[in-house]
């Protein structure tokens, strides 16, 4: 009787690992800044398109606020900018292992996606030059010729200009002023002054070669390693890249770093869902509660109470050390995953998390962003301070003034050439599992050839096994 056990055929491979080889050689060698390289093209000037859009909180109430009651705002916007930021003063260095270069960014008035004409629509806000003035000359020997200053000008806790003017920029009369004793105060005012047609500092990021884990990640950022705003050294730290890419071969269990220059920090993003954009495969990451969460929830925040132990609810982040000294807070939206106090102390606050949350949709594949929403808010810390009769009887608050959405979705060229090139990796994928099937089947076929048993054959007849050519 014959054994079939020595007959079954194996296979000098293992399917599972021949297709993670295959998949990560690819990929690694092909994410990689070299110039002349397309992956090099596309982080130079990156083609899908990006809007900047601005919803601000209108104040309805400014005189009730100033005398104790709780603010009214409505919500007006989008006034909406199209976004080009090509990279540019690119250089390669180290061996083409690192590469530096500014990132300008232009903006320009959309009107077809935007509620009005920004030079015609006014609002009424927190008077933020004045605010940041008192704060700043409070219990000082500049207290009393500051308000001498806002009396003269008839400066108040709330101010109207137009959409304009404070997103970019105008004169101000109290600033002119005081820019003539201390030359370092810009005598112009406004959120994103200075900013339209500049850049943010020269980025110094890894080009992959070494090891694909790290491309285009941030090692210097303004000739600096890392931050000095803060109080501890891991919040000071300049982690991941800046948002616009990222390695390939995502998994979703890891944690994904992010620098972002306008939140004057690195922040972090984990796995939150599978979608699909525009046909194209992805995984949604976004930033979990704790990144913002206060030092009775996440201690290692700690570092970011600036002066040191001067720490807010969660959902806040003073970033007074970075912008000059004004009393200007981050917050997500409407408070989107704040303290309730912020949401209740306003009238006006809706959260939700379609609207309000930040989030990167990545292929997890190339690494390739297909879609993202950053979403922010300027807020302003109002309240009573004695000598300023401007502040009357003002709670204290996280005044909001702005919010902001920076999104971008990737481009109908740009989504066929990435299937394209996904397609040619399933493919690639596909052909181990082929050769294993075919192999399987021949084995098979092997098996019962070689193990049929001796009394399943016929016997052959006697005139069937006579030789072919009878001798006589």
């Given at each position: 009787m014959t054994h079939c056990t020595h007959c079954l055929p194996t296979s000098g491979f293992k399917c599972e690992n021949f297709v993670t080889d295959s998949t990560f050689k690819m990929q690694s060698m092909e994410t990689?800044?070299?110039n002349g390289t397309e992956t090099f093209n596309l982080w130079e000037d990156p083609p899908p398109p990006v809007y900047m859009q601005f919803y601000f909180f209108n104040v309805t109430n400014p005189l009730e606020v100033v005398n104790g009651d709780m603010p009214f705002v409505e919500e007006i916007g989008p006034y909406t900018y199209r976004e080009y930021r090509p990279r540019a003063n690119v250089h390669i260095l180290d061996n083409d292992t690192r590469v530096s270069s500014v990132n300008p960014k232009t903006y320009v008035f959309e009107p077809e996606m935007s509620v009005g004409d920004p030079e015609v629509d006014l609002i009424r806000t927190v008077n933020i030059p004045a605010v940041t003035a008192m704060e700043q000359t409070k219990s000082t020997s500049l207290q009393f010729p500051v308000e001498v200053l806002l009396i003269l000008y008839q400066e108040h806790l709330f101010m109207t200009h137009t959409v304009h003017e404070l997103l970019w920029g105008y004169k101000d009369k109290l600033l002119t002023t005081l820019h003539m004793f201390r030359p370092e105060i810009d005598p112009m005012f406004g959120l994103f002054n200075k900013m339209n047609g500049t850049d943010d500092g020269e980025y110094v990021v890894l080009s992959g070669k070494k090891n694909y884990l790290n491309f285009s990640k941030i090692v210097q950022w303004r000739g600096k390693e890392s931050l000095d705003w803060w109080t501890t050294e891991s919040c000071n730290m300049i982690n991941?890249?800046?948002?616009?890419t990222f390695h390939p071969l995502i998994s979703t269990d890891e944690t994904i770093y992010v620098f972002s220059s306008d939140f004057c920090r690195s922040l972090y993003v984990t796995f939150d869902s599978y979608v699909s954009v525009s046909g194209i495969s992805a995984y949604r990451f976004v930033p979990p509660p704790m990144v913002f969460a206060n030092v009775s929830v996440n201690p290692d925040n700690a570092?970011?109470?600036?002066?040191?132990?001067?720490?807010h609810g969660s959902g806040v982040?003073?970033?007074s050390a970075c912008k000059?000294?004004?009393?200007?807070?981050?917050?997500?939206p409407h408070f989107y995953q704040a303290d309730e106090k912020y949401i209740k102390d306003?009238?006006?606050?809706?959260?939700r998390k379609e609207d309000h949350e930040t989030f990167l949709d990545?292929?997890?594949?190339?690494?390739?962003?297909v879609q993202a929403a950053k979403r922010l808010q300027i807020n302003v810390l109002v309240r009573h301070l004695d000598g300023f009769i401007e502040t009357g009887s003002v709670r204290t608050l996280i005044f909001p003034v702005v919010h902001v959405n920076e999104s971008t979705l990737i481009d109908e060229a740009s989504a066929k050439k990435l299937k394209s090139v996904l397609f040619e990796a399933t493919v690639v994928s596909s052909i181990p599992f082929i050769i294993m099937a075919l192999g399987i089947i021949l084995g098979i076929v092997f098996i019962v050839l070689v193990c049929r048993p001796p009394g399943s054959r016929e016997e052959s007849s006697e005139e069937e096994r006579a030789p072919l050519i009878r001798t006589s």
């Open positions: 990689v800044l070299q991941g890249t800046d948002g616009s570092g970011f109470c600036v002066p040191a132990g001067n720490c982040l003073n970033v000059q000294g004004a009393p200007i807070f981050l917050s997500a306003i009238q006006g606050m809706h959260p990545i292929n997890p594949l190339t690494g390739i962003l």
